[in-house]
């Protein structure tokens, strides 16, 4: 499986961005290193370099590599402006709520052209 990044939480819990579902992935380590789906959504374009914030929310940019003209035949489908979203994760057991919301990151937009 493709992956556009990882991240670990202070419990031990691995978070997987998964490119080719659009989606999210919980390992626990704790406990055999089974896997659980986060979130699956058309919307996780190429989810990046996320990270966990001390009250408990997984922040996930979706960088959209593959909609650089690179990678299609010289076109840009980059959909501007880039997201960011935000989702709160239980620290032990489950993940009980997903609270996707969207960033206006207008900054991003001066770093990239295409």
């Known amino acids: 499986m493709p992956t ?3 991240t670990m939480d202070d ?12 989606a ?3 390992q ?4 055999n290193g089974s896997w659980k ?7 996780i374009i190429w989810g990046d370099t996320s990270d966990v914030s001390a009250d408990g929310y997984l922040y996930v940019p979706m960088a959209q590599n593959n909609r650089i003209p690179s990678f299609n035949n010289g076109t ?3 959909d501007k402006p880039f997201k960011i979203y935000k989702i709160k994760i239980n620290s032990a057991s489950s993940i009980i709520t ?3 919301i ?4 207008s900054f991003f937009n001066n770093f990239f052209p295409y």
């Open 98 to 100: 997903l609270n996707m």
């Open 24 to 26: 999210i992935w919980q």
């Open 28 to 31: 626990d380590m704790t406990n």
């Open 76 to 78: 840009n489908q980059v």
């Open 4 to 6: 556009g990044g990882t």
């Open 37 to 43: 789906l986060i979130v699956q959504d058309e919307r």
């Open 102 to 105: 969207l960033f206006l990151m």
């Open 11 to 22: 419990k031990g819990f691995i978070y997987l961005m998964d490119l080719e579902r659009h």
